[in-house]
């Protein structure tokens, strides 16, 4: 048996070496017509334009403006507030700056003189070319009677430019609409609009009764394409790539960033250059000490850090092999692995490499080869080693659960090795499909949808798949379980899940035909996964689609952060914010916001593994579940995983081993007789 495997291992080292030789490699390891007549495999001529580069969001409709009236805490005589409804561009709403300027917030209120269900407001900035006034940071309320606003519908920060900005949000009953400006875009004190309409909707949302609902929307000054959320503060650090709607055509050395704060509602900016990295298509994953790891991408070689303790971003070494959307996973004694990657750095031979941060140095491992991991894409090897799906384990091994039908164990131990883990049962190759470690504990991974191709082409038309499975992890390098299950309602690929403090996963977005760019084929009704009978349930519609380079975090009060979609320049299908999802335990049967447990103290910020701790709580039963802070880009997150606890008395136990109750930082929840959540605390899990 074992000179069987030592062969079928020499097999795949030998098919990786021929992959190498036989993929055209260039510069950055990308077909020759990128950037000239397509943007990542997708002919330019089919990607949607929009007019003068807008943003133009899904099935939205202007409203008739007649008989509107708009009023203005400040306007400069000569350009009135009434001037936003004049359907003239050339004409504008400025603020007082003369004979003394009137200093900010500023409001603008709309009176659509009938209350109505609206879903959006457009702005477009004046556009005699200057940028005075441009509106930053913003609020949009709603009212009914003018008096009384409510929380905002939408809370954020609109980009620099002059292109016209759409601010979507949940269907609502309004006849006034209120925009708050808090900041302009250069630091001035004016603010200043040409056109403002509001956007009807069809009818009211659901009530959250059973299928949740959609809370504020946040606008954000790029393409949110790379998500990961900081345990310091539980605020999301959101990127893009050097531009905020593009990622080609530029000469690499820095990335856009954001921050959306959930304490303060506003969004900040930072321009990441001090490393030299252009991030956009990394592998990322969190590290023990809840420091993102971003490796590769436009800058292929290149590998950063991002500290929250310090808010700072810094260089580690370049690693051994240039890469662009590859995986990446800590592991349980805190290195971490990486493989494939063919989008940048040359095409083949990504196999294995891993970084320890102990000495602060990247080791390949010849015994990884990333041959057994690969699909049988249309699009050859530059889509087939992408986005695996990786799972640290035991002894420091990763599972590889997908794309591919085929499965793998890769051991980490001296130079590497590899292990065939068999078939995901009558699964196909599933790229930008899911994978969900949703029960740590018994070793659960929900597997749901993805397409046999990366995308839909010509010669090669594509698919997702309604596909479900749950493979059960035993020991290291044994053949799992592999279950099929009910399929979900709708096809599904570049979707995100994200499991949930009640232990079900919440599985948004995604397109029935997988293309690159496009929002047709869009599924907008996301579904719940119960792990309680293995099956879905549909959830509240979200009013913006959400495919490729979209994601999905859990935050700290058991909401979902869905975000993202797009980055293809002067196209209409950039998604420059993300929305607020609020889970059905949440609500009572009523549709009643529910009445929630609390922990009130956690003894310790730091527990070993194997090692318990002890809380102090209101309303909450025994059950309790540590899920994993987390990072994702293209559909992919290895750091999201849930441990399913149950407390003796107020003491918790943290299982013992490391390839089970991964360290790092997680959120802490506890939840009550009726499965609401606690708002979480955080813990470390250390060694």
């Known amino acids: ?17 021929n992959l190498v030789l036989a993929a055209p490699r260039i510069s950055n390891g990308q077909p020759a017509s990128e950037g000239d007549t397509t943007i990542d495999g997708v002919p330019i001529s089919q990607i949607p334009t929009a007019d003068n580069g807008a943003a133009r969001p899904f099935a939205l409709v202007a409203n008739d403006r007649t008989g509107w009236t708009a009023t203005a805490d400040s306007s400069q005589a000569g350009n009135e507030a009434a001037m936003v409804l004049d359907g003239n561009a050339n004409s504008f709403w400025h603020t007082q700056y003369s004979p003394t300027t009137a200093g900010l917030p500023h409001t603008l209120t709309i009176d659509m003189k009938t209350a109505r269900y609206v879903n959006g ?17 913003h609020k949009i309320y709603c009212s009914t009677d003018g008096n009384n606003f409510g929380a905002p519908l939408v809370i954020g920060t609109y980009r620099n430019d002059g292109d016209t900005k759409t601010s979507v949000f949940a269907a609502s009953n309004c006849r006034y609409i209120r925009l708050t400006v808090q900041t302009e875009v250069n630091g001035k004190a004016w603010s200043s609009a040409a056109e403002i309409n509001i956007l009807s909707a069809a009818g009211p949302p659901p009530s959250g009764a059973g299928v949740g609902s959609w809370g504020p929307t946040i606008d954000i000054p790029l393409v949110p394409v790379s998500a990961a959320v900081d345990h310091d503060s539980g605020k999301v650090l959101v990127w893009s790539s050097y531009r905020d709607d593009r990622f080609t055509g530029g000469n690499g050395g820095f990335t856009l960033t954001a921050t959306y704060d959930p304490v303060t509602a506003t969004v900040s900016q930072r321009t990441v250059s001090n490393t030299q990295h252009d991030m956009f298509c990394e592998g990322l994953s969190l590290d023990f000490h809840g420091r993102v790891l971003a490796t590769g991408g436009n800058d292929n070689l290149r590998a950063t850090q991002y500290d929250p303790a310090g808010d700072n971003w810094f260089s580690v070494p370049n690693m051994k092999i240039g890469r662009g959307y590859q995986s990446q996973t800590t592991i349980s004694d805190g290195r971490t692995f990486v493989i494939g990657g063919s989008w940048s750095g040359g095409q083949g031979g990504k196999n294995g490499e891993i970084y320890s941060p102990t000495s602060n140095t990247w080791t390949a491992l010849s015994g990884c080869p990333v041959a057994p991991l690969l699909t049988k894409d249309a699009g050859g090897v530059f889509r087939s080693d992408n986005h695996a799906w990786l799972f640290a384990w035991k002894g420091g091994s990763v599972f590889q659960a997908g794309p591919s039908k085929a499965m793998n164990w890769y051991g980490t131990a001296g130079a590497g090795s590899t292990k065939a883990a068999g078939l995901r049962a009558g699964d196909g190759d599933s790229m930008n499909g899911n994978a969900v470690l949703y029960d740590a504990v018994a070793g659960k991974i929900l597997t749901v949808g993805g397409a046999p191709n990366y995308q839909d082409s010509t010669g090669a038309p594509t698919t997702a798949t309604f596909n479900a499975h749950i493979i059960t992890l035993g020991n290291q390098n044994a053949n799992p379980t592999v279950d099929t299950i009910n399929n979900m309602y709708f096809q599904r690929a570049f979707h995100n899940s994200v499991v949930l403090p009640d232990g079900k996963v919440f599985i948004v977005g995604g397109q029935v035909t997988p293309q690159p760019f496009s929002d047709a084929t869009s599924i907008l009704t996301p579904e719940i996964w119960n792990p309680n009978g293995f099956h879905f349930v549909k959830a509240a519609p979200q009013p913006i689609p959400r495919n490729y380079h979209s994601v999905a975090v859990l935050l700290l009060d058991g909401t979902v952060f869905s975000g993202g979609g797009g980055l293809c320049g002067d196209c209409a299908t950039n998604h420059y914010d993300a929305q607020i999802y609020y889970p059905p335990y949440l609500y009572t049967a009523s549709g009643a916001l529910a009445a929630r447990p609390t922990i009130n103290s956690v003894s310790t910020g730091a527990v070993g593994v194997g090692k318990s701790f002890t809380v102090g709580t209101t309303g909450c039963t025994t059950a309790y579940s540590l899920i994993r802070y987390s990072s994702t880009t293209h559909t992919v997150n290895t750091d999201q995983r849930r441990l399913a606890l149950t407390s003796n008395g107020n003491t918790i136990t943290i299982p013992g081993d490391p390839g089970v109750a991964l360290p790092g930082y997680y959120m802490i929840f506890c939840l009550n007789a009726a499965g609401v959540p606690s708002v979480a605390k955080t813990i470390q899990i250390t060694l």
């Open 1 to 17: 048996m074992l000179h069987f495997e030592m062969l079928l291992q020499l097999a795949a080292i030998i098919l990786s070496l």
């Open 121 to 137: 407001l457009s702005y477009q900035p004046r556009q005699d070319g200057s940028p005075n006034g441009n509106i930053g940071q």
